[in-house]
């Protein structure tokens, strides 16, 4: 059953700049998706749009059975409840720890009193202790998160947002900053989440090669159009030629060794 769809979407910052042009897909409950395509795509557009971060120009987002651009203020904070996000930088408050951070993610299940005085049960603070201690940060739950490496700050996005009980975590290349090591860990965890809780992930990539090894399906994005949805499988050097233009040699030799491991 499809989660999300979109519907001919499209979206221009200003007249001269078409960031998504009639993007239509859907995506299943449980799916990993990974979205390629070269710098300027429209990749972070597209994630930004599905939560209303941005508004779209055209077309329709569906969710879990409602219209994304008709929700009215209430709606939507109680639609973003359902969408987790993570980003690049972590957007994290540096001054605060681990599990003040962690439990931000509760934010939209509050009022705004509620919030601002960091009232919450017991029953979430015993579940962001226990989504702490699952993605192995149980030793750093009362450091700040100045004091984490990139890895380590990534994990906290990824509690903050399970805290929220998600139906989908959107991940805005969420490797991006991160060493080879950090990144293997913290893609290991977004497949895990996605696997073990049946969380939907939508994630932005670079590396075409951690898009092949870790997802369900791939959308290639090119110049606002997707011009690439098929299973790693599918992603052949042509249509990764098609995707990339001039810039996929480099990916295909990656695609190479795919095909000899
Ligand atoms: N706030 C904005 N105002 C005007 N144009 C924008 C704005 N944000 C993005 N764009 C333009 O929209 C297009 C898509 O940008 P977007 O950031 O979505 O691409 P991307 O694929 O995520 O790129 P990257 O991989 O470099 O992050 C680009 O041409 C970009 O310059």
Do not use: W
């Given at each position: 059953?499809?989660l ?28 990993f998706?990974?979205v ?6 429209g990749?972070?557009?597209?994630l ?10 055209g ?31 972590y ?8 599990i003040?951070n962690?439990?931000?993610g ?10 601002v ?10 579940q962001?202790?226990r989504?702490?201690?699952f993605?192995?940060?149980n ?34 290349e ?15 965890h977004?497949r ?33 159009k997707v ?5 790693p ?8 030629y098609?995707?990339y ?15 000899a491991?």
């Open positions: 059953m499809a999300l769809e979109l519907r001919n979407v499209t979206k221009c910052y200003n007249s001269a700049s078409t960031a998504l042009s009639d993007v239509s897909f859907s995506v299943r409950e449980g799916e998706v990974s390629i395509g070269p710098s300027g795509a990749k972070s557009t597209m930004r749009c599905i939560n209303r971060m941005i508004e779209v120009t077309g329709e987002i569906y969710f879990d059975g409602v219209i994304v651009s008709k929700l009215n203020k209430r709606d939507l904070r109680k639609l973003r409840t359902k969408i987790g996000m993570i980003f690049q930088h957007n994290l408050v540096d001054r605060l720890t681990v003040e962690v439990l931000h509760r934010l939209g299940y509050k009022s705004t009193l509620a919030g005085l960091g009232r919450y049960s017991q029953e979430e603070k015993g962001a202790f989504i702490i201690k993605l192995g940060l030793e750093q739950v009362y450091s700040r998160c100045d004091q984490l490496s990139g890895g380590q700050k990534q994990r906290v996005g990824i509690a903050r947002a399970l805290v929220q009980n998600p139906k989908m975590i959107l991940c805005d969420p490797i991006a900053s991160l060493d080879p090591n950090a990144s293997k860990i913290i893609m290991d977004l895990n989440v996605s696997t073990g809780m049946g969380i939907t992930m939508i994630v932005n990539l670079h590396q075409v090669n951690v898009a092949l090894k870790y997802s369900d399906r791939i959308i290639g994005v090119n110049k606002g011009v690439f949805d098929g299973s499988a599918e992603l052949t050097p042509e249509r990764i098609d995707i233009g001039s810039e996929s040699g480099d990916l295909i030799v990656d695609l190479g060794e795919r095909n491991s």
